[in-house]
């Protein structure tokens, strides 16, 4: 059974500012995944100016093997210091780990992290370190399948003072909450919104400070193979869908020709559902021996919106697609259960599509686009073109 990482962070601004104090940063070298989440002194553009230096240069330095203690001192050096206050200041939680979940994790002013362990939230040991006149604590990391590592900025402990609650959202009441709504199928992403979003819910849409979640989480591997229609030369059909049916990997098909080609192939019958679940998404089919079957360049073009909002950190919408339409599904698939995808684009001219504002080009930047965005998801994505 193969194992990997995956990420994924939302953020809600402190009401009123355009700029988030906070930042998260991550980078993925090999076996490696490194995530630093910084939190930066006040709010607005100075906050933000010295989160977004802190991340970059802690997760850049630490990506490369850089030792913490050489990672801080260049922070202290490197960071304006504030004519105010007279400091220069930004908390952060840094997690290094690699895809069989052994690793660390440093924190830094920054609220406790949480690690969701077997079912349920516990606490990690952490250990004590004076750096540069900073007390640094590091947690060993040895994480096991659907464990999950949660870091936050200190919005999240303050959610609901003097609102909903007298002193914040305490960290056992955090961990309690969690207990009940994290389930193992949920993405890194949809652990960090679950939590973002309830935090946004206590300052009743109006946060009184920069909120933000970062989760890393390791799950099995999960392939999936997407064809995206028909290959240019008639007669490399059978070759070019013997390729998308091979390995270990769900298998879909987005297209009516395609469609057929398919179950063609396997001798099996292609139906087509008659519900219209959403009036603007095309019916889904049904081939046996494929996961899921769509239409072509308008589910796509749904997908594309569903993923550019998927992708924003600022998003507290559910990452589970409750919708039962073709895009839905499919974005399901690709955004919540794959960790690998492999699309198969045939570029063979649609004759149905003769006449409408629908060409090659268009679908080709549609699948591109779509690469691109599940590419900033954290997922591996392969395009073959035929």
């Known amino acids: 059974m193969e194992l990997c990482m995956e990420y994924g962070c939302t953020s809600v601004n402190k009401y009123g500012e355009e700029l988030c104090g906070d930042n998260v940063v ?51 050096q490197t960071l304006p210091v504030c004519h105010v206050r007279g400091v220069a200041y930004s908390t952060f939680s840094l997690i290094r780990v690699n895809n ?9 002013d920054n609220p406790q992290a949480i690690y969701y362990h077997g079912g349920k939230c516990v606490d990690l040991t952490r250990e004590e370190f004076d750096i540069c006149g900073k ?33 914040g959202w305490e960290r056992q009441q955090i ?33 009184g400070d920069d909120t933000t979640v970062a989760a890393v ?19 490399k059909d059978n070759f070019y869908v013997s390729q998308f049916m091979e390995g270990d990997s769900k298998k879909v098909v987005c297209g009516g020709t395609s469609s057929q ?32 079957t769509t239409e072509g360049v308008l589910t796509m073009r749904r997908l594309l919106e569903l993923s550019e909002k998927y992708l924003s950190i600022n998003d507290l919408t559910p990452k589970v697609f409750t919708k039962q339409d073709g895009a839905s599904l499919l974005a399901n698939v690709l955004f919540e259960e794959a960790t690998h995808v492999r699309f198969f684009v045939g570029q063979s001219v649609n004759v ?22 599940m590419r900033a998801m954290g997922k591996v994505v392969v395009l073959n073109y035929d």
């Open 135 to 167: 007390l640094v604590y590091k947690s060993e990391l040895d994480l096991e399948e659907n464990d999950v590592i949660m870091v936050m900025s200190d919005g999240t402990i303050h959610a609901g003072i003097g609102q909903i609650l007298n002193f």
């Open 26 to 76: 991550s980078m993925t070298d090999g076996d490696y995944t490194t995530l630093v989440l910084a939190d930066g002194l006040g709010s607005g553009v100075k906050a933000n100016i010295l989160s977004t230096l802190t991340s970059k240069i802690l997760c850049t330095m630490a990506a490369n093997g850089i030792d913490i203690d050489e990672c801080v001192e260049t922070l202290i």
């Open 352 to 373: 149905a599509h003769q006449g409408l504002p629908i060409d090659i080009t268009m679908k080709m930047k549609l699948v591109e686009k779509l690469a691109s965005n």
């Open 261 to 292: 080609i398919v179950a063609r192939y396997l001798n099996k019958p292609l139906r087509t559902s008659f519900d219209f679940p959403d009036k603007d998404v095309p019916p889904i089919g049904y081939i046996e021996g494929v996961d899921l």
């Open 175 to 207: 961990m309690d909450h969690l207990d009940r709504n994290i389930k193992d199928t949920m993405s890194a992403r949809a652990v960090a919104c679950l939590l973002t979003s309830a935090c946004n819910d206590l300052y009743l849409d109006k946060p």
């Open 100 to 108: 069989e979940g052994r690793g660390f994790l440093y924190e830094f």
């Open 217 to 235: 989480k390791i799950r099995r591997r999960i392939n999936v193979n997407i064809m995206v229609g028909p290959p240019v030369d008639k007669e």
